[in-house]
């Protein structure tokens, strides 16, 4: 199978509809994204049933221009080689516009179709943007949906280290920004207003520091930050928001730091992929950066938040690996990755 082996992707496992084209491995043709953040800012979090009609709305138009400045589909007749789509975890409604989309083309066109897991995917936004992503790695997902921590022996196989006991650490963003009545999503406003605090100006407790497994827990932080915004209010002291952003980013992000090197003992592995929006996060990045000892890749920031050209270079992969999807592929908004040989 040649370098100009092309594979579609399709991902509407959220609130962004996203298509791509993938030439071989990593080489990204095309990929187009259309956010929803609008539609849901006014409401502080996704409302499922918007989001799936909002997929439903776009998808086929983004689709049609993707494919029609490629040279694909009518009036040229080209297709694609592979369908790859975003079967879960997500919501039920926004995966099923995907992957029932998804079907259709891959009959219509007569190619193969192969399911790929979402987490699966914001690995290989890794694998997509340095050539040098190869197993044995650890890989930090770090997004609104999830804080999940796997170590990746070979392609294929996730064993999963640990994960979020609660919220995830881009929900925790979210909801801190929505106390301080910033806006959805909140992690890039933070992040930003982070930068001219003092992160030593309040202390909040490192989540499950003391704990010596890779595990994490982000509701108890964003009540601790409640707790000290609704002292303030009481002692009518004004609040200084850059300070409490970034004594709340210290306390973040020093959880993932911590338990990043948990499980780099644990593995003895030290390359280290972090992708999902946090790993835009500012101060996430230069922690990384600074460990001499690991081999550390981050994704640009359009491939740290969901694209559909992760989701094309996870789907080849595992295409490659022998795996294609059939007309009965089904949407499962709890898919595991563990177990998704
Ligand atoms: O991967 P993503 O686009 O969507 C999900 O699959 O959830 O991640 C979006 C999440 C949001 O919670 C957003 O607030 C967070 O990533 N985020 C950040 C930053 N940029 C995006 N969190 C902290 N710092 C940032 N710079
Ligand atoms: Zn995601």
Request: with cysteine.
């Amino acid at each position: 199978m040649g370098a100009s082996f092309l594979t579609l992707g399709i991902e509407t496992s959220c609130d962004d509809t996203g298509v791509a084209l993938l030439e071989g491995e990593r080489k990204v043709v095309a990929s187009v994204l259309s956010s929803q953040v609008e539609d849901h800012a006014r409401y502080g979090g996704v409302i499922p049933e918007l989001a799936s009609r909002k997929h439903q709305e776009v998808l086929l138009s983004l689709l049609d221009g993707m494919l029609k400045e490629a040279g694909l589909g009518p009036p040229h007749h080209g297709k694609p080689d592979l369908i790859a789509v975003t079967f879960g975890p997500g919501l039920m409604g926004s995966l099923l516009v995907g992957v029932m989309t998804a079907k259709a083309l891959a009959q219509a066109w007569d190619i193969p179709l192969v399911g790929v897991n979402h987490i699966e995917g914001h690995m290989f936004a890794n694998v997509i943007s340095d050539e040098n992503v190869a197993p044995p790695f650890i890989a930090l997902v770090a997004s609104g949906g999830h804080t999940e921590v796997y170590h990746v022996p070979r392609f294929g196989t996730y064993e999963l280290l640990g994960k979020t006991r609660d919220d995830a650490v881009g929900e925790c963003y979210d909801k801190v920004a929505k106390l301080l009545g910033l806006p959805y999503p909140g992690g890039p406003t933070v992040d930003r207003l982070a930068r001219d605090g003092n992160p030593g100006a309040f202390s909040f407790p490192v989540p499950l520091s003391s704990s010596n497994k890779v595990e994490f827990s982000y509701s108890g932080l964003k009540t601790a930050v409640l707790t000290e915004i609704r002292r303030h209010e009481k002692s009518g002291r004004p609040l200084d928001i850059a300070d409490l952003c970034a004594s709340f980013q210290k306390a973040a992000v020093a959880a993932l730091m911590g338990k990043l090197e948990i499980a780099v003992k644990q593995t003895g592995t030290t390359r280290i992929a972090v992708s999902g929006g946090v790993a835009s996060n500012s101060l996430l990045r230069r922690l990384l950066k600074s460990m001499s000892n690991w081999e550390v890749f981050i994704p640009p920031a359009e491939l740290c938040t969901d694209n559909a050209a992760m989701i094309a270079a996870a789907g080849r992969n595992r295409f490659m690996r022998g795996f294609t999807g059939a007309l009965d592929l089904t949407p499962d908004p709890s898919a595991s990755l563990s177990e998704n040989r």
